[in-house]
């Protein structure tokens, strides 16, 4: 069982955590017109907020829903490179962002949302039946699904044999 400080608290699996939710991930578009049509007449998404930055360029910002009180918040840059398409979970430099993971309570879902995606004609570049689906955004953003069968999140998962941080007892 985890201990909690008066900064943390725990999640469902009574691991703790410094805050209670993941707001927003900011970030980048060069087409916010792609990005909406995307995620919201794709995935489902709705916009939370779509408004003009206060400066004299007066980008777009928008928010768009992606989970529960959760939102991904648009920029759009049109000038913006969109980044090359890269695989998740392989080596690779000049990129800090991966992927983003969002759970799925129901394994099958899984497949529903492979299907889904394969009538949108979104490429799929990593599918497990019932466990993993990786697909890219217009803007190269790589999504996951995952469903773990062993728990919420199936944490905690402690066996690196060479742990850079001090074990748990």
Same mark, same amino acid.
């Given at each position: ?12 699996? !009574? ?8 707001? &927003? ?35 777009? &910002? ?18 913006? +490179?969109?980044? +090359? ?13 991966? &992927? ?5 309570? !129901?394994?099958?879902?899984? !497949? ?12 799929? &570049? ?33 066996? !690196? ?9």
């Amino acid at each position: 069982m985890a201990t909690s400080t008066n900064l943390s608290l725990p999640d469902r699996d !009574d691991l703790n955590s410094p805050f209670g939710m993941l707001h &927003h991930v900011a970030l980048v578009t060069n087409d916010m017109e792609k990005t909406v049509a995307f995620y919201r007449d794709v995935l489902g998404s709705e916009i939370a907020m779509a408004h003009r930055m206060s400066r004299p360029e007066a980008e777009r &910002h928008y928010f768009i829903t992606v989970a529960p009180n959760t939102v991904f918040a648009f920029f759009e840059f049109p000038d913006a +490179e969109t980044p +090359e398409f890269m695989e998740a979970t392989v080596p690779k430099s000049g990129r800090s962002l991966d &992927h983003i993971c969002f759970f799925i309570d !129901d394994a099958n879902a899984i !497949d529903r949302w492979k299907d889904h995606l394969d009538k949108h004609n979104v490429p799929i &570049h990593g599918y497990s039946p019932g466990s993993n689906l990786f697909f890219p955004d217009p803007n190269n953003i790589i999504i996951q699904l995952t469903y773990n069968a062993g728990g919420p999140m199936g944490f905690p998962v402690h066996d !690196d044999p060479d742990p850079a941080y001090k074990p748990p007892e």
